[in-house]
């Protein structure tokens, strides 16, 4: 039997948070650096190249897909508010698929594809649980959603794997949980893993479960 | 600072539940050897919202996590009622409730039991008005076990009102939807009143829209599939084995509410030959 749904204090402490610091609307670090719209073939499909992006992590620095080329890249869209996304990173379920990588050429990025005023938009917040969670890894802001509509990215989280080649190879759900209940495999882990191998990637595709990415109007 | 004392405040506060449930019981009692009715009433804030059961973007439906049962009794399948599709920013498909939904909850009691009989049932569930939270309950109800059917007149208007909002069955949809397999694609149609029982109003209904459930076979672009203003919707299934099931609903004037009938239809088991060969064409079973 699984344990039983947990719920989290932070969801109400983060959205004050979120109130503490209206200053990051108004920042245009969250902004993309390319305005160009993808064309509708441009979109993420499992087995086909990953569109490459560029995107302004919460330090302003700009990181591009196509500088880990020759790497495996995992992406995880990213709301630190949304409770199904921190109750991953409270339990370290991608931390420590970071560690469990380390030393094997495997890049971890999280994307926070919300629009300004959306829950859990802005530099200084996405940089807080950053700091807070330990994540050691760039958080990209995509405030647009631009990039968030071309992966097709649904939920926070909602999880893409990338292999060295730049082929997407693994898109949705984190592991087989729900909200509240940690899963027990691990698609990501399972997907790297496979990849690190040579083998394909037996579970390419599932259904990811969160809250919905906070997107804009578009 | 005082911003701080007020987080500090906040912290060690559970937020207020947007959703709560409570379980209710058809009759007086459990009877035995029978397969009873209970219902799982949800009672949501205004504005914030719970998912069915289906093949949703985002959000994860209300689900029993662990049931305590007296020995031989069995539980479900929950039915559900008619949901409302709800698109969201980033063409995002969901299909929710709001206000007040009671799933029902079916549970078999073995003939010779004895009560009274507790049924204890932990649910959980993601509750969202844009932003979402998580949510959980234990819910418990103890009856005597009888040999009678006895309605219980305070949980009368509960199950009337749930039972209006569940989908038609498939076999009363005959008079009323066309449905037909066309080259691995399930075309269904909604069809004018018959002359004579309806009105003579001839025209296709406003919209017709689909809700798959979640043991449907996944459909093929769902968010511009699952709804049609002419009358007729055509769902693309991949190559799963399986069958289409869910709810169509027939909204013959815009602002109407729906008339909605259970679809369940055997995906047709395609050959080794062209997926174009005559028998896909067929429905799987006779009409």
Known sequence: ?218 | MLLTIALAAMAVLDPPPKAKVELLSEMTTLVAGETNTLGLQFRIDKEWHLYYASQNDTGFPPTIESATLPEGFTLGPIQWPVPTRHVSNGDLLDHIYENEVTLLLPVRVPTDATGPATISLTLDWLVCKEVCLMGGQTVTLTLPVSKERTPAEVTKGVFARARQAMPRPASEAESRVGMKWDNGRLVLSARPPTAGAGDGDTRPPARVEFYPSADSVPIVDLLHAGVSETGEITLEVGDTAGSVRGMLAIFPKPKDQPIVFAVDRAVPVRGNSEPTRSSDQQPPSGR
Not at chain 1, 29 to 58: I, R, S
Not at chain 1, 151 to 164: E, L, M, N, Q, R
Not at chain 1, 176 to 191: L, R
Request: charged letters at 20%; a positive charge; aromatic letters at 8%.
């Open chain 1, 1 to 218: 039997m699984k344990i039983s749904g947990k719920r989290f204090l932070g969801v109400m402490a983060g959205a004050a948070l979120g109130l503490m610091s209206p200053a990051a609307f108004a920042q245009d670090h969250a902004a993309p650096v390319k305005k160009e719209q993808p064309a509708a073939a441009d979109k993420a499909k499992v087995g086909h190249p990953a569109p490459n992006f560029e995107l302004k992590d919460t330090d302003g620095k700009i990181v591009k897909l196509a500088d880990y080329k020759g790497k495996i890249v995992v992406i995880d869209w990213f709301n630190p508010e949304c409770p199904v996304c921190a109750m991953h990173y409270k339990a370290n379920t991608v931390q420590n698929l970071v560690s469990k990588f380390k030393d094997k050429n495997v890049v971890f990025l999280a994307i926070n594809s919300g629009a300004p005023g959306k829950q859990g938009h802005g530099v200084e917040l996405n940089a807080g649980y950053k700091k807070d969670w330990k994540i050691e890894f760039p958080v990209l802001l995509d405030e647009t959603g631009v990039v968030g509509r071309q992966y097709g990215a649904k939920t926070t989280p909602h999880c893409y794997v990338i292999d060295a080649k730049g082929v997407l190879v693994y898109a949705g759900a984190i592991d087989d949980g729900k909200p509240g209940t940690i899963g027990k495999t691990n698609y990501v882990e399972q997907a790297v893993n496979q990849t690190l191998k040579g083998e394909t990637v037996s579970t390419p595709e599932t259904k990811p479960y969160g809250c919905s990415v906070k997107y804009g109007a578009s």
